[in-house]
């Protein structure tokens, strides 16, 4: 209970990085069967997705872990205030398939998807996000739809 308090009070900006650092170990606790650390684990993930936090996470958006990679782009995803523009464009072009995947599906769920992204999309190296825009494409365009279904 100690510890647990210990880290309680450093939920402060200056050990933000620190959290960001030890996110995979952070997920492994998640995934334990424990259920005393559930409290400890939500406290920090709503730090790291307040204002406090962010920055944290925007500089770990270059990790060369992709543990940490993945889970910074899914937390400013979820960041309680607006994240900058340049993190969807980041997370369309990262290395990583699973962050990209991620990001497409998040643009075409909402209606932020346009013609170049989908273009983009329909070009992409992985085939679940090129699987995933002529989904779009059939869901949003009826000519297109109608001309796939009769060919």
Known sequence: MRAQTALMHRLKA????????HLPLLDFLVRATRSDHKP????????????EGLPALLANLDSPDYRVRRRCFELTDGAYIKQPEWVSEKALTDSDVVIRYRAYA???AGDGSTQPILCRAAQDSFARIRRLAFAVCIQRDEAMRRHIVNY
């Open 40 to 51: 400890l684990l939500s406290s920090i993930e709503k730090f790291l997705r307040a204002e």
């Open 106 to 108: 998040q643009l075409f």
């Open 14 to 21: 200056p050990y933000a990085a620190t959290f960001v650092r």
